[in-house]
């Protein structure tokens, strides 16, 4: 129903790693969002299409005051549009890095927050899997939204896959155990340290980044 049309687009405001998100506007209602655009030959060249059906498929079914809604997608020949509610202050890791950390009542309320959206999204049986500052969100208002669920599964069953970034995964994921939503939890403790005195508890020397291995 939706298409490129209903929008104009405005600035652009971060780099994935299939594509880019912009500012958008609804051209009817005015409403403000955010554009999260996807090039099908990304998705192609990665195999990369189960995993975006996924994020888009678990990302619509969570109403959460600490989620970043997904409203609605769309595509066209060359891209998929996910139309996400605008986290117009950003990454909560620029504004620790800007602040270098946190105040116990700071780090105290996004704790709150985040424990609050993980409960919520734990009892719909999600797991987000790639919890880290890069991927929590601020709103006008300063509220945290857990965004990116890229690497979400949604299932009762343990899990396999090894998944997340190396800093904030828990020890079951390292050793390839199978896991559950408790690396969610493990998570929420590595960011409680890392409010409070700036950098994680544990820090790869050098393998960094997202991975994966089976
Ligand atoms: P990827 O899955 O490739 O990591 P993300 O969904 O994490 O893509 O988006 C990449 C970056 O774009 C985010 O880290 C953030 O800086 C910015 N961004 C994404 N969605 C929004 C949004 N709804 N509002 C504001 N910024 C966003
Ligand atoms: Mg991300
Ligand atoms: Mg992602």
Redesign the pocket.
Known sequence: EWSISDFEIGKF?????????Y?AREKQSGYV??L?VIFKAKLEKYRSHAHLRR?IEIQHGLNHPNV?RLFAWFHDETRVFLV?????R??L?KLLKSLHHFSEKRAATYVSSLAGALAYCHEKHVIHRDIKP??L?LDIEGRL?I??F?WAVQSNAKRHTMCGTIDYLAPEMVEKKEHDHAVDNWTLGILCYEFLYGVPPFEAEDEYG?FRSE
């Open positions: 405001i971060g780099e994935g790693k299939f594509g880019k998100v500012l969002v955010a999260k994020e970043l996400l509610e605008y986290a117009a950003g990454e890791y890069e991927n969100l939204k965004a990116d890229g997202t």
